[in-house]
């Protein structure tokens, strides 16, 4: 007996839905590593270019006006010398504060002009990763960021330090769907960024997103710092 195949709308009933594009598996985030010369406008690279043997280790940065921004450094130094002197030297740095010194690493706080770099991530809505390197003349950035704000970052970048480049991108799809973080690792870090956590500035405060999560401020604040470690931890300093 012959097969009656069925026809139009019947046939394709039979048949099933038609299959899924391919498309590239979920990801949270991609962490980007960025190679950034710095431009004779930043004072810490014209420091970092005189003397190439001293390591600078940024270890946290705040505009304090629009004129004005504050940042503390550490300086790993191959000996003692002026070194605060130096940087009060420079143009664009008003004053510089010693915090702690030691035979090999100074710690200062610096109040300078602000970068030309802040805004574009301001605009952009990210930030870099504390603390990085910055060795002759050129800064070792770390961004968490969608593929499309990774390609923006750079060109906007490149405006100002054409030789940049990105160094290396870690998908967080090498390790799973949720790279190395817990599915409650990954949900909680998924809805803060939906609410703006790490936007710059932040649309939520810690508290207020700890608040709508259900949790106690010190707890999610702990767990967020661990699910940072974890996304960074693969990725050391350069010396």
Not at 44 to 52: E, L
Not at 117 to 130: A, G, H, S, T, Y
């Amino acid at each position: 007996m012959p097969v009656t195949r069925p026809r139009g709308s019947a046939a394709r009933a039979s048949a099933g839905p038609p299959p899924a594009p391919a498309r590239r598996s979920q990801q949270l985030v991609d962490i980007c590593r960025l190679r950034v010369p710095l431009p004779e406008s930043a004072w810490i690279g014209n420091f970092s270019r005189k003397f190439p043997d001293v390591r600078i280790d940024v270890q946290s940065r705040l505009d304090v006006d629009r004129v004005t921004s504050l940042t503390e450094i550490v300086l790993r130094v191959p000996e003692p010398m002026g070194w605060a002197e130096e940087l009060r030297s420079l143009p664009q740095v008003r004053e510089v504060e010693e915090l702690e010194r030691s035979a090999d690493r100074l710690h200062l706080r610096v109040v300078h002009r602000p970068s030309r770099f802040i805004p574009i991530f301001r605009e952009l809505r990210l930030m870099r990763r504390f603390p990085f390197t910055i060795r002759a003349g050129e800064a070792a950035w770390v961004v968490v960021a969608p593929e499309a704000k990774q390609r923006a970052l750079l060109a906007r970048i490149r405006a100002e330090a054409p030789d940049a480049d990105i160094e290396s991108v870690r998908h967080s799809e090498d390790r799973g769907p949720w790279g190395p973080l817990t599915p409650r690792q990954a949900d909680l870090l998924r809805r803060a960024l939906a609410a703006g956590y790490f936007e710059v500035p932040r649309k939520v405060t810690l508290t207020a997103l700890a608040g709508s999560l259900g949790m106690a401020a010190s707890s999610l604040s702990e767990a967020l710092a661990t699910v940072e470690k974890k996304l960074l931890e693969k990725w050391p300093l350069p010396d």
